[in-house]
């Protein structure tokens, strides 16, 4: 069988400690109260100028990949092989 653990009362300091790094747990010191002011700016800005221009290379490839769809579509319109496979075979609703 196992013995039982006495309760031992923790010394005032271990407990002061403990009471201290729960609170720091409460209300963590965040890195923009850390960094001076205009660093946050910049940063900011930075992110913004990044999001920003990941956001016009995502419409540049848009762009790119309608444009080449475009282009194939009308190369297909061209190619009567293709036009034939795809046109309605009922000709006699085209009299």
């Not at 309760?7 to 729960?22: D, E, F, G, L, V």
């Not at 209300?27 to 913004?48: D, G, R, T, Y």
């Not at 920003?52 to 490839?61: D, G, L, M, P, S």
């Not at 579509?73 to 046109?87: P, T, V």
């Amino acid at each position: 069988m196992a013995k039982k653990r006495k309760q031992t009362n923790q010394h005032p300091a271990k407990q002061q400690s403990q009471q201290s790094s729960k609170a720091e747990k409460d209300n963590p010191v965040l890195l923009n109260e850390l960094l001076n002011p205009e660093i946050v700016s910049k940063l900011k800005a930075q992110a913004e100028e990044m999001k920003q221009t990941e956001a016009n290379k995502k419409e540049e490839i848009r762009k790119q990949e309608e444009e080449k769809k475009k282009q194939e579509q009308k190369r297909l319109e061209n190619d009567f092989a293709y036009l034939l496979d795809n046109s309605d075979p009922s000709w006699s609703k085209h009299k």
